[in-house]
């Protein structure tokens, strides 16, 4: 649970960032001047490549997000692996956006199932 709430604070982050580039009307994920950069760091329990500024150390993955950004829809998946528990790899934590700007929390596999639910971060219930 320690690592499924970890995973969950990290895409958090992301979704502030994402938030306020929706806002500014900055839908292109990159680093030029009126492009979304989510300043996203690398974490040991995530897989994923990072989508702008450059490549990460083995090892470190972060969420993926659509892009462009859109106003709704799954804006930030955080895909377990690398580190994360044997339980929990493969599994999502999907961050999602509605239309008018407040957005909830899902969990996908079969980390989150069954018994497994325990695991399920309490803000994302």
């Not at 993926?64 to 998946?77: C, E, K, Y």
């Not at 895909?79 to 899902?106: M, P, Y």
Request: glycine share 16%; with cysteine; aromatic share 4%.
């Amino acid at each position: 649970k320690t690592q499924a709430t970890r995973v969950y604070g990290e895409a958090n982050a992301v979704r502030t960032a994402i938030e306020l580039c929706i806002l500014e009307g900055r839908t292109a994920l990159g680093t030029d001047r009126g492009e979304c950069d989510p300043g996203y760091t690398g974490s040991n329990l995530v897989v994923g490549a990072r989508q702008v500024g450059g490549t990460l150390p083995t090892g470190l993955g972060v969420p993926q997000m659509l892009d462009p950004l859109v106003n709704s829809g799954n804006l930030i998946t955080s895909t377990f692996g690398n580190k994360a528990s044997l339980v929990l790899a493969g599994s999502q934590i999907i961050l999602h956006r509605s239309q008018e700007g407040d957005w909830t929390c899902q969990v996908v596999g079969s980390g989150f199932t069954g018994t497994n639910e325990k695991y399920i971060p309490g803000s994302c219930q």
